[in-house]
């Protein structure tokens, strides 16, 4: 039943055919199957990502969340630790660890530092960078402000990085949220993407956006309306 309900939604869709946002939100739920699908965003860009100064990053925090628990790891010792640990983290230490990751237990989605500890973790990195789990000052994942820190990665941040085709994607919602949360989060990614133009980009920078559901076909939206939601 779950590839007829895949297909009946692809032929609603046509392909090319700007939509706008409301519209798009809707047919993400046409013949959606019975699990909760995430809803993904990509957003193809006019930058080179092969230059330093056209690398576009950043984090955002969804305003309904993203419908799914999110392990938080704190590297922090102290009063800091203790913050942490009340802010909701679920892993709080120091040496003993970055000990737990260098055997391979990493049950967390995000990693959060203060800056005291960035000695202990850089010893690591080589395992926390490539899986996008390094702490970094400007994703404000290292930090003093731990407990801010752990409560917006509880609450739902999505980070984002352009890939080498110059393309940026991102998990955004579920499908079961109702349609205003789906597209309130997505008005929230596309500017945070847009905000974080680099100052030497020449010409269109936002050239493509479509959203599409885990399992679904993609759904070209209209540009000029939904940057006209982010203006």
């Known amino acids: 039943m779950t590839g007829k309900r895949i297909k009946a939604a692809a032929t609603k869709v046509e392909k090319g055919k700007p939509y706008a946002l409301k519209d798009a ?7 959606s199957p019975k699990f909760d699908q995430t809803v993904d965003v990509a957003i193809n860009l006019g930058i080179d990502p092969t230059q330093s100064d056209q690398m576009v990053r950043g984090m955002v925090g ?4 993203l419908g799914k628990t999110v392990r938080v790891a704190v590297f922090a010792k102290g009063d800091k630790a203790e913050l942490a640990k009340k802010a909701g983290a679920d892993i709080v230490g120091g040496d003993d660890l970055a000990e737990m ?7 967390f989605d995000v990693c959060i530092a203060t800056p005291d500890m960035m000695g202990t973790v850089g010893k690591i990195g080589k395992i926390l960078g ?3 789990l390094m702490p970094n000052p400007k994703l404000g994942t290292v930090t003093p402000d731990v407990e801010k820190a752990v409560k917006a990665a509880k609450a739902g941040q999505v980070e984002f990085k352009v890939e080498k085709a110059g393309i940026i994607h991102a998990g955004v919602g579920k499908v079961s949220f109702s349609e205003a949360a789906i597209s309130e989060n997505v008005v929230s990614f596309i500017a945070a993407v847009n905000r974080a133009k680099p100052a030497g980009v ?3 920078y936002i050239k493509k956006i479509s959203i599409s559901a885990t399992m679904g076909p993609g759904i070209t939206l209209d540009l000029t309306e939904v940057l006209g939601l982010v203006a």
């Open 202 to 204: 020449k010409g269109n």
């Open 101 to 107: 990751i260098q055997k391979g237990e990493m049950n």
């Open 130 to 132: 490539p899986r996008g």
């Open 25 to 31: 939100v809707a047919l993400l739920k046409v013949g």
């Open 62 to 65: 969804m305003p309904n969340g």
